[in-house]
């Protein structure tokens, strides 16, 4: 059973570049969770889908945030005009809705530090 | 809107001793409460879940916990820590049909010979 998985692992970048991440859920997996967690916090809410369908965003994300998954499958985050602030550890879930509840698993997280 | 308390920014225990940690919520119903692990530079691993029925729900790598409506707590529970279990430790909670998680701020488990 392969867990969820994120791309990069690490990202280092400059202030206002723009960066994308990766995230490949659980295969049978139809809902898909995108987390931030800042130092010494727990993970916080951005948003989630139900197979491509984004359903909920929360108001941490801004208008520079923007997350897609196209085909139900992967998903991904962009941040343009990246700011000191965004540096964090951003987390993506999943979990499958429909057989009962089911709990959400985490992939290992892309890393993102503003120079 | 719901919300967890990890009274403990900290705790220090020695090898083989018992563990607990405190976790406390916030929600106007029967919540869903998880207990999910972190250890450094990784991304969260679930213990135990709780949806419904037994209060007492077991989890991996002998982690209990005990959901008690009256105090409104989810505390996790360990009969002998081992120096491997040294990490972060995460409450969150879930409304009913839930959609997203709400996360204490994490206590952090110190582990001494």
């Known amino acids: 059973d392969t867990g969820v998985s994120q791309d990069p692992r690490h990202k280092i970048t400059k202030r206002g570049q723009n960066v994308t991440f990766r995230c490949d859920p659980i295969?049978?997996?139809?809902?898909l969770y995108w987390y931030r967690q800042t130092l010494g916090q727990g993970p916080e809410f951005l948003t989630y889908f139900q197979n491509e369908a984004q359903l909920e965003k929360s108001r941490l994300l801004s208008d520079r945030f923007s997350a897609e998954r196209p085909k139900g499958s992967f998903s991904t985050l962009e941040i343009q005009r990246t700011e000191q602030g965004d540096s964090a550890m951003y987390l993506c879930?999943?979990?499958?809705?429909?057989?009962?509840?089911?709990?959400?698993?985490f992939g290992d997280g892309t890393r993102l530090s503003i120079l | 809107a719901q919300s967890v308390t990890q009274p403990d920014i900290h705790i220090t225990v020695s090898e083989g001793a018992s563990l607990e940690l405190r976790c406390n919520y916030s929600?106007?119903?029967?919540?869903?409460l998880f207990w999910y692990v972190q250890s450094p530079g990784q991304g969260l691993q679930l213990l135990l879940k709780?949806?419904?029925?037994?209060?007492l729900v077991q989890g991996i790598k002998g982690f209990e916990a005990e959901f008690k409506r009256s105090q409104s707590s989810f505390n996790l529970r360990k009969p002998s820590v081992h120096w491997s279990d040294a990490a972060e430790y995460f409450c969150?909670?879930?409304?009913?049909?839930?959609?997203?998680?709400?996360f204490g701020k994490g206590t952090m488990l110190l582990v001494s010979p």
């Open positions: 295969s049978e997996h139809n809902r």
């Open positions: 709780y949806f419904s029925g037994d209060t």
């Open positions: 969150a909670v879930g409304a009913q049909g839930y959609s997203t998680l709400t």
């Open positions: 879930a999943s979990s499958h809705v429909g057989q009962g509840q089911q709990p959400q698993h």
């Open positions: 929600y106007g119903a029967t919540p869903y």
